[in-house]
């Protein structure tokens, strides 16, 4: 569930980001899988943490979902709550502690640069939101509430549903999941077809 290596936590994180990036082009305007922020022209940042990277670019972006005109810039993290860093401290501080580092990294860019909201969205494996992701998706509820005249209970459960989904998936593709990172590749020079399904007893 910790292990980077075959890609499957990325994995992981891009389909909550494009089941986010989903929902919210049916409620607004401009929005954007991996924008790439504004590059830094002499700007103070106040962390050391911050990401001052010209190439830094944050997971999703919206036009005017928190205030009208104004660009809201969200970034997720999927953390595993059993993982060893996490085992001596509450659940509810462990997803503070991940929000605060997103917030340490883009918060104070995109708010005096890219002139922008910033909102994390931080996530257990088991589906638990933090606080910010659940005032970021009780947020987009009313929102397509609003605009698709649907009950708000069907839009929450719905929505709660689809994301528990997504996160189930890509747990048990990081449990069940090969973890090689290279691609196998078969051997088809001088296979013998005939016998292989002969040998298979493939039906044809």
Not at 51 to 72: I, K, L, M, Y
Not at 107 to 118: Q, S
Request: with cysteine; net charge positive.
């Amino acid at each position: 569930m910790t292990c980077k290596k075959g890609g499957f936590v990325c994995i992981r994180h891009d389909e909550v980001r494009d089941l986010t990036a989903s929902m919210l082009r049916e409620v607004c305007r401009d929005v954007t899988t991996e924008p790439t922020l504004l590059p830094l022209n002499g700007e103070h940042v106040q962390y050391r943490t911050a990401n001052t990277t010209n190439e830094a670019r944050v997971d999703v972006s919206a036009r005017g979902f928190w205030t009208r005109g104004q660009r809201a810039f969200m970034d997720i993290r999927i953390f595993d709550p059993m993982a060893a860093c996490y085992q001596k401290i509450p659940l509810e501080a462990a997803h503070q502690k991940n929000e605060r580092e997103k917030i340490r990294s883009y918060g104070d860019r995109i708010r005096n640069v890219d002139h922008g909201t910033f909102t994390p969205l931080v996530f257990t494996t088991s589906g638990e939101m933090g606080p910010k992701a659940k005032c970021f998706y009780s947020r987009l509820a009313d929102v397509m509430d609003e605009k698709k005249h649907q009950t708000r209970s069907h839009v929450v459960a719905w929505m709660r549903c689809r994301l528990s989904f997504s996160l189930l998936r890509s747990a048990l593709l990081c449990l069940r999941g090969t973890r090689y990172s290279a691609p196998t590749t078969i051997d088809l020079d001088g296979l013998n077809y005939q016998a292989t399904v002969v040998e298979s007893g493939i039906l044809v």
